[in-house]
């Protein structure tokens, strides 16, 4: 992770496009669940840890701008950031790069709160401090592409 930001790479999967030969607009929120995953795991919180803790923490919103297609067998890159994180609400960005052009291929977020496992809002920074205090620690602002 550099500059609060995590790189996770993978290769774009048949199964993952349509007949057109490019991958599948739904697609894009799995890799930016994959990206988040791997966010959180460089970042030193293993989701199932969290999880673990009694924690959960879904989906509130998705946002999600095709910028170029993808196709099949292309290497991407997924460049994920906490960008904004309240103690209740955290938002996540996301920019997909083609590995070959280096071209900007998609962005998006991902909004997320935090629940007990009876689905009820938790204050992290009260019942859990050392997981606020991280979080709000690896929060960046969003660079402009």
Not at 4 to 32: L, P, Q, W
Not at 40 to 67: D, H, K, L, W
Request: charged fraction near 30%; charge should be negative.
């Amino acid at each position: 992770m550099e500059n609060g930001m995590a790189i996770y790479r993978r290769k774009v999967n048949y199964y993952e496009t349509d007949c057109m030969g490019i991958v599948h607009h739904s697609n894009y929120i799995r890799f930016f669940e994959e990206a988040r995953l791997d966010l959180m795991a460089q970042s030193g919180m293993s989701y199932r840890n969290i999880e673990e803790m009694g924690i959960i923490i879904p989906v509130t919103f998705v946002e999600c701008e095709y910028v170029r297609p993808l196709q099949y067998d292309d290497n991407i890159r997924i460049e994920s950031r906490f960008a904004k994180y309240h103690g209740i609400k955290l938002e996540v960005s996301y920019e997909i790069y083609h590995e070959g052009t280096q071209q900007l291929c998609t962005r998006g977020r991902t909004g997320h709160c935090f629940l007990d496992c009876d689905m009820k809002p938790l204050r992290v920074k009260k019942e859990f401090p050392e997981l606020y205090q991280k979080l709000s620690s690896l929060v960046v602002k969003e660079h402009s592409s």
